[in-house]
């Protein structure tokens, strides 16, 4: 059965201008990635961040934006990774013990860490690798991807600290 004649008009306008808000939001992403990652490639850090697996230039940037370019804010991967969220905490009371995920935390950063670990899956091996472990011992896909992010929040630390790019070799060691 065939829509009116006016109402399926009435759709097609609908349809014509949600496609030309679509097309003016899309040429407006683009041309803020652009001028980000103009942005982005003029800071000291970027060559750094840019070479870690599944960073792209807006999530580079969050995650710059979020620790900051301070290079004696975090003194050990440890804190850098409390920081960001992804470090466990342990809660050990008699015979019992539970690893959890921390609460406190800055949730922009976290919510990054997470899509960095989801991205870092398709980009890395060793990622790949670590993630697979992780499913494998039970851990659910969120408790995995956030073990994978602390791991990548270490990996970057070490990279900061020594000011070399990522090396998978280096990374994730046979």
């Given at each position: 059965m065939d829509a009116p004649a006016a109402l399926a008009g009435a759709y097609g306008q609908v349809v014509t201008a949600s496609v030309a808000?679509?097309?003016?939001?899309?040429?407006?992403v683009i041309a803020?990635?652009?001028?980000?990652?103009?942005?982005?490639?003029?800071?000291?850090?970027a060559p750094i961040l840019r070479s870690q697996p599944g960073l792209g230039v807006v999530?580079?940037?969050r995650l710059l934006g979020e620790f900051g370019d301070d290079p004696h804010r975090y003194q050990t991967a440890k804190g850098r990774k409390a920081y960001a969220g992804t470090a466990p905490i342990t809660r050990a009371s008699g015979t019992r013990t539970v690893v959890a995920a921390?609460?406190?935390?800055?949730?922009r950063l976290?919510?990054?860490?997470?899509?960095?670990?989801?991205?870092?899956l398709n980009a890395s091996p060793?990622?790949?690798?670590?993630?697979?472990?992780?499913?494998?011992v039970g851990n659910s896909h969120q408790q995995a991807l956030r073990a994978l992010a602390n791991r990548l929040v270490g990996v970057l630390h070490g990279c900061l600290v020594n000011q070399v790019a990522y090396d998978e070799a280096v990374a994730w060691p046979a």
């Open positions: 808000v679509l097309g003016a939001l899309n040429a407006q803020l990635q652009e001028a980000l990652g103009a942005a982005l490639s003029c800071h000291r850090q999530l580079a940037a921390r609460v406190a935390r800055n949730d976290a919510n990054a860490c997470t899509l960095w670990a989801f991205a870092a060793g990622a790949r690798r670590c993630y697979d472990r992780r499913r494998a």
